[in-house]
């Protein structure tokens, strides 16, 4: 190095709750970004946001609630940029976050993964595959006495058209299905009607939607009456956007004909956690997974390796864009 010549530091990025996945990822790209990394398996709390000091930019997971408190920690630690490693952000509270001087941006991955998931339990609810299954377990290979339904012979409601809810409608195309759809944007060439006209004409319901204070219990008690009466409804999005006991209380009734759920209310501290030796918290878990025609998966719609190596580089770049002064929208 001749003399004069200066040598510009690595941008540094503190990553929590970071999985052996994940970081072995991370590790992997941090190299061909020229980042320096943290890694930090356990999520970001008031007691190790200090790890960050001296980094402007973290990395955190969807899987565990940022409070307040966390994010004055942060900021007390430097931080101005949080990027998170999903598509929503709500287990943050931006106007809160944007008080205490930090931004925070979400990850694009490939919507192919939740879109093909979607489908999966689609299929799998219509044709009774969960009680298909308990019986193979024990033996019991006697048909059912409940027939399955054929796709192509139903109607499927896609609510939320973005970039997985379109994906999903795209595969739908190849069923033969008729597909309505509402959001507020037309993203996607397919009848776009209103919700309640959906939900009416709807033999399934798969909600796309983010969450927000607009769409909390998007799916509540009197909009579950005005589903078709033996109607299905599957959830790859957010649990808060369905009214669990209401729903609970329709599917226990044999008001609805069943229900594909990969998110739940109250689901955080259970899901990715294993619970087999621990005592289930949740009521309205426990009462669904006892009825055969719910199926409950744990938030794992996302997890595949093409969407997962998408959110690490995803996430690295949100930091560097922010770092540049180039703003990443998400």
């Not at 093409?306 to 990443?328: M, P, R, Y």
């Amino acid at each position: 190095m001749s003399d004069g010549e200066s040598v510009v530091p690595a941008t540094g990025i503190t990553i929590y709750g970071c999985g052996r996945d994940e970081a072995a990822l991370f590790r992997v790209m941090a190299p061909r970004f020229g980042v320096k990394l943290t890694i930090v398996n356990a999520p970001v709390s008031e007691f190790n946001a200090e790890l960050a000091v001296g980094d402007r930019c973290v990395s955190v997971g969807h899987k565990n609630r940022i409070d307040n408190s966390v994010l004055r920690a942060l900021g007390r630690a430097g931080v101005e940029y949080i990027s998170t490693r999903s598509v929503g952000c709500n287990h943050i509270d931006l106007e809160y976050a944007k008080s205490v001087g930090i931004e925070v941006g979400t990850v694009a991955y490939s919507p192919d993964s939740v879109a093909d998931y979607t489908l999966m339990l689609m299929l799998m609810a219509i044709r009774n595959a969960k009680a298909v299954i308990r019986r193979a377990d024990v033996h019991d290979y006697r048909l059912s006495d409940v027939r399955g339904k054929e796709l192509r012979d139903l109607t499927v409601g896609v609510v939320g058209t973005g970039r997985i809810g379109s994906a999903v409608v795209d595969r739908l195309r190849g069923f033969g299905c008729r597909t309505v759809a509402h959001d507020r944007r037309r993203q996607v060439d397919v009848d776009h009607v209103p919700l309640d006209e959906l939900l009416k004409q709807s033999d399934v319901v798969t909600l796309h939607t983010p969450l927000n204070a607009d769409t909390h219990h998007l799916i509540d008690r009197r909009r579950i009456e005005q589903m078709k009466h033996g109607a299905f409804i599957v959830n790859t999005g957010r649990g808060s956007l369905i009214d669990t006991e209401s729903l609970a209380r329709a599917l226990e009734s044999g008001r609805l004909g069943g229900a594909a759920l990969d998110v739940l209310e109250g689901e955080e501290g259970i899901f990715y956690a294993d619970c087999r030796n621990k005592r289930i918290e949740s009521d309205l878990l426990l009462r669904l997974q006892e009825l055969s025609n719910v199926l409950i998966t744990p938030h794992t719609a996302y997890y595949t390796d093409h969407a997962l190596s998408d959110t690490v580089e995803n996430s690295i770049i949100n930091c560097l864009k922010f770092e540049s002064g180039k703003q990443w929208t998400g």
